[in-house]
């Protein structure tokens, strides 16, 4: 059983040359692949236009194997670190393998599904979408912009990565289990929402604070939105600005 280190350290080599923040979208996209059972490996990251024009030849001018892409050097979001390929590494730690209907780690779901669909979570582009040539172990990440742009020497702009790093401690952020400490503030609260419901109680809740309600009861620290009192409405409202009703799901 590989850790998630070990798994990293075989893509390691080909994610260098990427550009920084794809770089980071793809191994994230390792890790949270990792966490569903899925072991991700990167085979393509960053070519050179000559790189790019020797796969461009192969299956042309007499080459009988098959072709492999269509774009030519300077023609590929590989060339300018935008782009990287992966395939599947089985359980034995060695094996690589590019099946999309396989299914590793028996959960009825094949493995490749899995990739792509976490990919598409990071806001990535999957080359198994296109049209025409689908390219199956492609993921990419062009920002609106087209290979001339990039060949022009247009880059995205800051704004745009801030984008795709605030995506990533989104996801991060959803995923990560309530701490003891979280627990444990979220039972005082519960306790205090008990407190404050037997005083004071409203006979409606205020509009101002229906939403706020909405989102308590969801996360399971209401029983009932009604028969609050005024401090009650106006500490679940504040409380829900704070987002501490959305986050993670408020399993407790």
Same mark, same amino acid.
């Given at each position: 059983?590989?850790?998630?280190? &070990? /798994?990293?350290?075989?893509?390691?080599? @080909?994610?260098?040359?990427?550009?920084?923040?794809?770089? &980071?979208?793809?191994?994230?996209?390792?890790? @949270?692949?990792?966490?569903?059972?899925?072991?991700? #490996? %990167?085979? &393509?990251?960053?070519?050179?236009?000559?790189?790019?024009?020797?796969?461009?030849?192969?299956?042309?001018?007499?080459?009988?194997?098959?072709?492999?892409?269509?774009?030519?050097? +300077?023609?590929?979001?590989?060339?300018?670190?935008?782009?990287?390929?992966?395939?599947? /590494?089985? @359980?034995? +730690?060695?094996?690589?393998?590019?099946?999309?209907?396989?299914?590793?780690?028996?959960?009825?779901?094949?493995?490749?599904?899995?990739?792509?669909?976490?990919?598409?979570?990071? +806001?990535?582009?999957? +080359?198994?979408?296109?049209?025409?040539?689908?390219?199956?172990?492609?993921?990419?990440?062009?920002? =609106?912009?087209?290979?001339?742009?990039?060949?022009? =020497?247009?880059?995205?702009?800051?704004?745009?990565?801030?984008? %795709?790093?605030?995506? %990533?401690?989104? /996801?991060?952020?959803?995923?990560?289990?309530?701490?003891?400490?979280?627990?444990?503030?979220?039972?005082? #609260? &519960?306790?205090?929402? %008990?407190?404050?419901?037997?005083?004071?109680?409203?006979?409606?809740?205020?509009?101002?604070?229906?939403?706020?309600?909405?989102?308590?009861?969801?996360?399971?620290?209401?029983?009932?939105?009604?028969?609050?009192?005024?401090?009650?409405?106006?500490?679940?409202?504040?409380?829900? @600005?704070? =987002?501490?009703?959305?986050? =993670?799901?408020?399993?407790?």
């Amino acid at each position: 059983m590989l850790t998630l280190e &070990q /798994l990293r350290k075989k893509s390691e080599q @080909r994610l260098n040359g990427l550009h920084p923040v794809f770089k &980071q979208v793809m191994e994230e996209l390792i890790e @949270r692949c990792y966490a569903r059972g899925v072991w991700v #490996l %990167i085979t &393509q990251g960053l070519r050179t236009y000559a790189e790019q024009d020797a796969l461009y030849a192969q299956g042309r001018n007499g080459d009988k194997r098959p072709k492999v892409t269509k774009a030519r050097g +300077g023609y590929s979001n590989h060339n300018f670190g935008f782009a990287a390929d992966f395939a599947l /590494l089985l @359980r034995d +730690g060695r094996t690589v393998s590019w099946d999309t209907l396989k299914d590793d780690d028996k959960n009825s779901l094949p493995d490749w599904s899995e990739v792509v669909e976490e990919a598409k979570r990071l +806001g990535l582009e999957w +080359g198994g979408d296109w049209r025409s040539f689908k390219d199956m172990p492609h993921l990419q990440m062009t920002f =609106g912009l087209s290979t001339a742009d990039f060949r022009a =020497g247009k880059r995205p702009t800051q704004s745009q990565l801030n984008t %795709i790093l605030a995506k %990533i401690n989104s /996801l991060k952020m959803e995923d990560e289990p309530m701490t003891a400490e979280e627990k444990a503030a979220f039972k005082a #609260l &519960q306790k205090r929402v %008990i407190a404050l419901e037997s005083a004071n109680k409203l006979t409606k809740v205020p509009a101002w604070a229906e939403q706020a309600c909405i989102n308590a009861k969801a996360a399971g620290v209401l029983d009932t939105m009604n028969d609050g009192s005024y401090d009650f409405y106006r500490l679940v409202t504040l409380l829900d @600005r704070t =987002g501490v009703f959305t986050k =993670g799901g408020v399993a407790l």
